[in-house]
């Protein structure tokens, strides 16, 4: 008599990978979390724009006013840093000290693409000149390359302030950053903004363990494309015992908290306003969770995100204010009652956002490709 073989884990589709993922960004029900509380959980909201941190938390919250996350900057218990994907994230302080610590090695790896431009520069003489710099006084890119430049004639100026960025921990001091207010990109270290020194890289299996409750369930590809990391497998099978495993439609393993939610896949879902550049459309390797195939490639014009709405939990077309309207531009029919929630959300994100501004909202032609 053989030995039967394990039961296959069981399967989760698209639309069940859609509800447990939008219950983990908090986009099925607005959640009562502070936005301290809210980046912590999100690990960060990607940043390359001043605004999409700030519509990003005001998709997600109850009682969410601009104002909250702005004091969070202004008093340095958040910053603007590059972290995961070489991208500009906003963190809590405390993630800030710890999280650049564990993408450090990412930084270094992309400093070989401009080896050409740095021939000749010591590194480790660049990133101690650079810390002076920053920490004598805040300086803009331009100014960091000029100064650099001065050192090494010879090299690219572009590398120079590159190596910069990714030797060191540097962080957008304020008013940059804050809402309603305008400010270039002034540049210091973190520890000396924050007035700490960071801290030890924290143990990657708390990091996955923090971007399941985040994101999963998901796959180790789906959170090496999320952080820009690569060789997690080892730390996924560390932790495999810990763990619940699923499959997707393709057959591909995900791995999940044993009490994190995966709501009912009927589960209502809400029409939800989200910024360019919001994590729930980027921190997947396959993304067809939120992007229906016939999609993907739709929340890009060129190299420029576009602000996306999501109905019933799944990207369905763009939107953009436009003088005094909210112009909507959906990639599909809605059905009437589907407008008009759509609708009534779009009146919440504009007096949330902007309070006391009058705006006409109105759709768009449909959006075909």
Not at 123 to 149: H, K, N, S
Not at 192 to 201: C, I, Q
Request: charge should be positive; proline fraction near 8%; hydrophobic fraction near 40%.
């Amino acid at each position: 008599m053989t030995k039967s073989s394990a039961a296959p884990a069981p399967l989760l589709d698209a639309r069940a990978l859609n509800r447990a993922t939008l219950g983990r960004q908090l986009l099925l029900r607005r959640s009562p979390l502070s936005a301290a509380d809210a980046v912590r959980h999100l690990v960060g909201l990607q940043a390359q724009n001043v605004g999409p941190p700030y519509y990003a938390l005001a998709a997600r919250l109850e009682g969410f006013a601009p104002e909250q996350l702005s004091a969070l900057l202004a008093d340095r218990e958040a910053v603007r840093i590059v972290t995961l994907r070489s991208t500009i994230h906003t963190h809590t302080a405390e993630d800030c000290l710890t999280l650049r610590p564990l993408v450090q090695p990412a930084r270094d790896r992309e400093l070989t693409n401009f080896r050409k431009g740095l021939a000749g520069v010591d590194l480790d003489r660049l990133a101690a000149l650079a810390r002076e710099l920053v920490e004598t006084e805040p300086r803009t890119m331009a100014q960091l390359r000029e100064a650099l430049g001065a050192e090494w004639p010879e090299a690219d100026p572009q590398s120079l302030g590159v190596a910069a960025r990714c030797r060191l921990p540097l962080v957008q001091v304020t008013p940059r950053g804050l809402w309603g207010r305008s400010g270039q990109v002034a540049l210091t270290t973190a520890e000396h903004w924050l007035g700490r020194p960071a801290e030890p890289a924290p143990a990657a299996d708390t990091v996955v363990l923090r971007y399941l409750a985040a994101f999963g369930p998901a796959s180790v590809k789906d959170m090496q494309t999320w952080a820009g990391l690569t060789r997690l497998k080892d730390v996924f099978a560390r932790l495999r015992p810990r763990l619940l495993t699923f499959r997707d439609p393709n057959g591909v393993e995900l791995f999940d908290l044993p009490d994190a939610p995966r709501p009912d896949p009927d589960t209502p879902a809400p029409p939800r306003f989200l910024p360019e550049f919001d994590n729930l459309l980027l921190s997947h390797a396959d993304r067809t969770r939120v992007i229906p195939p016939e999609y993907w490639g739709r929340s890009w014009q060129g190299n420029r995100a576009c602000r996306t709405l999501l109905v019933d939990g799944f990207l369905a077309g763009l939107w953009k204010t436009d003088g005094d309207a909210l112009v909507i531009e959906p990639f599909g029919e809605l059905t009437k009652a589907q407008r008009e929630d759509v609708t009534a959300e779009g009146a919440r994100m504009l007096a949330t956002m902007h309070p006391g501004t009058s705006y006409d909202i109105r759709f768009g032609t449909v959006v075909r490709r």
